[in-house]
């Protein structure tokens, strides 16, 4: 079955700390993507990362990094010198390229992230 | 703006009345997923639409609920004779082509409030 996990409910760290968000994800398919999204208070919701199963290069952007780790089946979220703006609930989510190949994400329950001034 | 637009952002509505949720994808894309928000509790599937097609509704609930996405306009999830339970933010995303690899572009959300 399909779940993703994201244990950490709520993070509250100041400003300019480093803070790593944790997400585990199941899934029986060997092609798969995972995703990470941003939802600020406002509530929208802004698309920040794909990654495929096939492709385990930590990536780099900015202040963000991840890193995809295929043995312990985690796709974690590090924001380095965290700022106020970086406040907002943060989901993780999983789709699988199976034979439907629909596209539907799989959300992780989310971590709200609280960076104090 | 060419984003996925969404309306209305909020919409009240009184038990067993009908609510209706509009959802323009992002200019060139055909594809169309709805999600539901239940208060505390992340995203959940409900229903993906390519144009006049209903692709994967696994997601939606057995009654009361419905969607459909014509040639001409936007997509439309709709409920009827709605609940308190109904009450959360229902989200429209947009892809592309579909598919597992393609990122989904998500509107604002409609919060729906049940009273």
């Known amino acids: 079955a399909q779940k993703v996990t994201q244990a950490q409910t709520e993070i509250s760290v100041v400003e300019k700390e480093d803070v790593t968000l944790d997400c585990v994800y199941e899934?029986?398919?060997?092609?798969?993507?995972l995703f990470w999204y941003k939802q600020p208070p406002s509530g929208e919701l802004v698309f920040l990362i794909r990654?495929?199963?096939?492709?385990?290069q930590n990536e780099i952007s900015g202040r963000y990094s991840w890193n995809f780790q295929k043995s312990t089946s985690s796709f974690n979220f590090t924001i380095t010198a965290s700022q106020v703006v970086d406040s907002a609930v943060y989901f993780c989510a999983l789709s699988e390229a199976s034979s439907s190949n629909t596209g539907k994400l799989i959300f992780g329950q989310g971590t709200t992230l609280q960076v104090k001034p | 703006n060419a984003g996925v637009m969404q309306n209305p952002r909020h919409l009240v509505r009184r038990r067993g009345q009908e609510a209706r949720l509009r959802c323009s994808p992002m200019k060139g894309h055909s594809h169309v997923y709805w999600y539901r928000q239940l208060p505390e509790e992340g995203l959940k599937f409900m229903v993906y639409?390519?144009?006049?097609?209903?692709?994967?509704e696994s997601g939606m609930p057995k009654e009361r609920f419905s969607a459909e996405f014509p040639k001409e306009g936007p997509s439309i999830l709709r409920i009827q004779q709605v609940v308190r339970g109904d009450s959360a933010a229902y989200f429209c995303?947009?892809?592309?082509?579909?598919?597992?690899?393609?990122?989904?572009?998500f509107g604002d959300g409609t919060r729906l409030s049940i009273l």
């Open positions: 639409l390519q144009k006049e097609n209903i692709i994967d």
């Open positions: 899934t029986r398919d060997t092609t798969y993507y």
């Open positions: 995303a947009s892809s592309q082509t579909g598919g597992s690899n393609q990122p989904q572009h």
């Open positions: 990654r495929n199963s096939f492709d385990e």
